[in-house]
């Protein structure tokens, strides 16, 4: 494996200029956002193979985006933070104790992407529902019950204000100089802008998918419509070996676009470079393990879960709280 290398062009700022968490900032608890109403989804685990089902349920102010294993004694938590990451292949798996979730970047870039700051997510299983290989699901239903935005602890009666339809997704944390971190020619870097914007680039040998880009300004509307829809996607030629190292055993056609040299055995696509809009939704589930998005334009190209989680740790340490 190639070695990881990170590169910064500010060595001023450290650890002791950045919020420890976002929930301690008073102008992060402001205005944050919860679900309005909880919404169930069932279906099976893309590596597992095992059914699952996931409620998404409102949460109290500060509290975060968390998981409840239901399965498990005690119940045990799993927050959706940088801290939990544990390190596997071809998805992003949380860890804490003897509670782990597995696949959870689809949800949680729909709950970061649509506006949801606080979340209980309960699952019955070690691994998140791979629905139909996108987000679209988890945004649909999230749209569907709405948000409530709260500026104060929620009482005991659980009544919350209506949020607004475009909800801000910018954490009150900043990015004052340009940050990247590559691994041979895969990188992730970010660059401070007035606006958040994500670039992802692709490049592989297969004919169907070769060199791919896509590029947005994200907004609720813009990923609810031009990336939650991408699906996951794999090669035909790499199913079996996959599926001997235990990965994959809930793949299907009718879960992931899956690649043959120059064609796709189960067409047709959502978009033409669908495959790069799905790698741009994951960096999008993998930087919500930070909270809130610090503003900036993250360009990626050829990164992993891995490399996107790598890439967030280490940012974090370089943000700043913003000065109002």
Partial sequence: MAATRSIAFDSSVTSSTVTS???????????????????????????SGLPSQVTVKPAALGSGRWFRRVDLPGQLQVPATLAAVQPTQLSTELVLGEARVRTVEHLLAA???????????????PELPL???????????IAQVGLSEVGHQLDSDHQ??????????????????????????????????????FTYGIDFPQGAIGNQWHSLELTPDSFRRDIAPARTFGFADQI??????????GGSLDNALVCEG??????PLRFANEP???KLLDLVGDLSLLGRLPRAHYLAYKASHSLHT???????????????
Avoid: K, Y
């Fill in 310 to 324: 790598q890439f967030a740790q280490q940012l974090e340490s370089r943000l700043c709280l913003t000065q109002l």
């Fill in 21 to 47: 968490s976002i929930a301690t900032s008073p102008t992060a608890l402001s205005a944050r956002r919860t679900l309005a109403a909880s919404f169930t989804q069932r279906g099976v685990g893309l590596h």
């Fill in 131 to 141: 629905l139909d290989g996108s987000a679209r699901d988890w945004a649909e239903a």
């Fill in 276 to 278: 790069a809009r799905h």
């Fill in 240 to 249: 079996a070996q996959l599926q001997a190292r235990g990965l994959i055993q």
């Fill in 262 to 267: 120059d064609r796709w055995i189960n067409p």
């Fill in 111 to 125: 709950l970061v992407a649509m506006g949801v700051d606080d979340a209980e997510i309960e699952v019955d299983a």
């Fill in 160 to 197: 919350r204000d209506p949020a607004p339809s475009q909800p801000e997704l910018i954490s009150d944390r900043c990015l004052t100089e340009p940050f990247t971190l590559a691994q041979g020619d895969a990188f992730v870097t970010a660059l401070p802008a007035d606006r958040l914007r």
